[in-house]
C-alpha cells in the first residue's frame, strides 16, 4: 500500500491564527484524498475529498472557508484552519485512494491540533 | 441512514486469550465492511475487509471477521491475543463513495 505522511504531526496555535497541515503520499501518485476529523472517542469524519488540479468537495456542514484544501500536486494536499477557535482543536487525518478504488484508502499518522 | 456502533470503547484481554471486538451497522444498501487497526502515531492500517461472497473473511496478524446480515454484524475476533496486538481497532462500512467510522476500540493485552 501507500505510504502517507502528515506535518506537523503536533501543533499548537493562539485562537485567531491559521495553521497548516501538510499531507503527502510518498510513494504513489495521489490523484483523489481525503480529509478526515476525528474528536475525541468520536469516529473519524470525512470533512472534505481532495482532487488534483481541482475544487475539493466538502461534506455537508464543513465549512468551506474555514477548512480550506489545496490539492496542487499528485503528492501533495494541504489543509489549512483558518482563524483558529478552541473548538477547532481536534484530531485531522488525511488518507489517499489507491487504485482507482475509492474504497481503498491508505490513512496516514493525523495531526494533532490544539488551538488556545 | 449508515452508521457503524462499537461496542466498548476499551477491552482488556490476557496474553493468549480470545480477542472479540464488536461492531454493528446500519445501512440503507448491501454494505462493504472493513476492520482498521492504529497503532500509536501510525496510519490506519487495513486489517480485513468484506465485500460479497464468503461471509467469514480472514485478515492479517490472524484476525477475522464474520458478516452476519442478520444481526448487522462485523464483529472482529482473533483466537489468542499477543502483546503487539494492542492498539485501536476501527470498524467502517463504505458506501455511496463514503466511509462511515465507528468510534474505535482500544484493546490492552494483559501479560
Known amino acids: 500500500g501507500a505510504v502517507v505522511s502528515q506535518h506537523p504531526s503536533r501543533v499548537i496555535c493562539k485562537s485567531g491564527t491559521s495553521v497548516k497541515i501538510e499531507c503527502r503520499s510518498l510513494?504513489?501518485?495521489?490523484?483523489?484524498m481525503f480529509w478526515y476529523r476525528q474528536f475525541p472517542k468520536k469516529s473519524l469524519m470525512l470533512m472534505a475529498t481532495s482532487n488534483e488540479g481541482s475544487k475539493a468537495t466538502y461534506e455537508q456542514g464543513v465549512e468551506k472557508d474555514k477548512f480550506l484544501i489545496n490539492h496542487a500536486s499528485l503528492t501533495l494536499s494541504t489543509l489549512t484552519v483558518t482563524s483558529a477557535h478552541p473548538e477547532d482543536s481536534s484530531f485531522y487525518i488525511c488518507?489517499?485512494?489507491?487504485?482507482?478504488?475509492?474504497?481503498?484508502?491508505?490513512f496516514g499518522p493525523g495531526t494533532r491540533l490544539t488551538v488556545l | 441512514a449508515q452508521s457503524v456502533t462499537q461496542l466498548g470503547s476499551h477491552v482488556s484481554v490476557s496474553e493468549g486469550a480470545l480477542v472479540l471486538l464488536r461492531c454493528n451497522y446500519s445501512s440503507s444498501v448491501p454494505p462493504y465492511l472493513f476492520w482498521y487497526v492504529q497503532y500509536p502515531n501510525q496510519g490506519l492500517q487495513l486489517l480485513l475487509k468484506y465485500t460479497t461472497g464468503a461471509t467469514l473473511v480472514k485478515g492479517i496478524n490472524g484476525f477475522e471477521a464474520e458478516f452476519k446480515k442478520s444481526e448487522t454484524s462485523f464483529h472482529l475476533t482473533k483466537p489468542s491475543a499477543h502483546m503487539s496486538d494492542a492498539a485501536e481497532y476501527f470498524c467502517?462500512?463504505?458506501?455511496?463513495?463514503?466511509?462511515?467510522f465507528g468510534s474505535g476500540t482500544k484493546l490492552n493485552v494483559k501479560p
Open positions: 510513494d504513489f501518485q495521489a490523484t483523489t
Open positions: 488518507s489517499v485512494q489507491g487504485g482507482g478504488r475509492a474504497d481503498t484508502q491508505y
Open positions: 467502517a462500512l463504505y458506501n455511496f463513495n463514503k466511509f462511515y
